[in-house]
């Protein structure tokens, strides 16, 4: 799959829309890309960008852009975004702003696993390859609006500047949440300061955090970090 922008292996562009007095919000979930899926900007593995909900879906696909904005899943996500259970297998190859998960990331970002390469110029994260700025009118009751939690890097990260373990930048002096990221600290080029490597990860962290977003994110509340015989993080019911 070829285009210029807005490059997806499932959709192009996927946006949420308002009709009189009702707003509608777009879902993708249960997508599955094998496809290799190359533009100069906003490619993405499911989606080349997306304010609304992606979920429970996996990229096999190589992903590549040469300009910027690529990730494993979605190359952008707005600031309505909300990202959950996403998985991705497939190189990602870019210049700016590159990530195993998405490019450039705002919203809500969760339970996600990157096994591939990441490779760009400057911007490169295994999940992330920079989280965009936030600012006061972000915060909801004073909390933060960007919530990155939950997440592990397995791939090897390679950029020229700006490149790290799980986020390439952290545009914001406010309205952003890191927490419980992990990465396997023997292919990842880079330590993160907003990650701790896979050897000191805890399982009752992971899970914890899961069962305490219940009150946010009913849907989540059942599931479980487990390891697998492969010595792989996965999300179990229990």
């Keep these: 799959i070829e285009a210029y922008r807005m490059v997806g292996g499932l959709v192009g562009m996927a946006t949420n829309v308002s009709a009189g007095t009702k707003d509608y919000e777009n879902i993708i979930s249960a997508g599955y890309n094998y496809a290799d899926v190359k533009g100069e900007s906003y490619v993405g593995g499911i989606v080349g960008g997306t304010n609304g909900y992606l979920m429970v879906s996996r990229n096999y696909g190589r992903v590549s852009s040469d300009v910027a904005y690529a990730g494993g899943l979605t190359g952008v996500s707005g600031v309505t975004s909300k990202l959950y259970n996403l998985e ?138 487990s390891m697998n015989d492969k010595h792989q993080l996965i999300l179990v019911k229990p």
């Excluded at 994260?125 to 009118?137: T, V």
């Excluded at 002096?173 to 490597?197: I, L, P, R």
Aim: glycine content about 12%; aromatic content about 8%.
């Design 88 to 225: 991705n297998y497939g190189e990602v190859a870019g210049a700016e702003q590159t990530g195993g998960i998405v490019g450039v990331f705002s919203g809500i970002l969760c339970n996600s696993i990157n096994y591939a390469s990441v490779s760009g110029s400057s911007e490169v994260g295994g999940i992330a390859g920079s989280i965009a700025n936030a600012d006061a009118s972000w915060l909801v009751d004073g909390e933060e609006k960007h919530h990155l939690s939950a997440c592990v890097n397995y791939g090897s990260i390679e950029g020229a500047s700006d490149s790290h373990a799980v986020a390439g930048v952290i545009r914001a002096s406010q309205g952003v949440k890191v927490q419980t990221c992990y990465y396997d600290s023997s292919v990842s080029m880079v330590n993160d300061s907003e990650a701790s490597e896979l050897s000191d990860f805890s399982l009752d962290a992971l899970n914890g955090w899961v069962s305490n977003a219940s009150p946010l994110h009913a849907d989540l509340a059942y599931r479980r970090w």
